[in-house]
């Protein structure tokens, strides 16, 4: 449920805002993952999210470059 709705607005974002969620969704990831490295992340399961967060930004990306061809 939860995810149908983040990807419902994904869907109503223009081009510019995608490319900055998926700047600041790398950038989190980039951080989850150097706090897991130094054992300061207590929740592991957030990497999971962001990287599937970061999947379905590019999926939509991709969707409205082909649907303006």
């Known amino acids: 449920m939860k995810t149908n709705?983040?990807?419902e607005?994904?869907?109503a974002k223009?081009?510019?805002e995608l490319?900055?969620?998926l700047?600041?969704?790398k950038k989190e990831l980039f951080n989850l993952?150097?706090?897991?490295?130094?054992?300061?992340?207590d929740n592991t399961a957030r990497i999971k999210e962001v990287r599937r967060n970061i999947a379905r930004i590019q999926t939509?990306?991709?969707q409205n470059a082909k649907a303006a061809n």
């Open 5 to 7: 709705k983040y990807v």
């Open 9 to 11: 607005e994904l869907l």
């Open 14 to 16: 223009t081009a510019e």
């Open 19 to 21: 490319q900055t969620e």
């Open 23 to 25: 700047v600041s969704a």
């Open 33 to 41: 993952k150097f706090q897991n490295a130094t054992n300061q992340l």
């Open 60 to 62: 939509v990306i991709t």
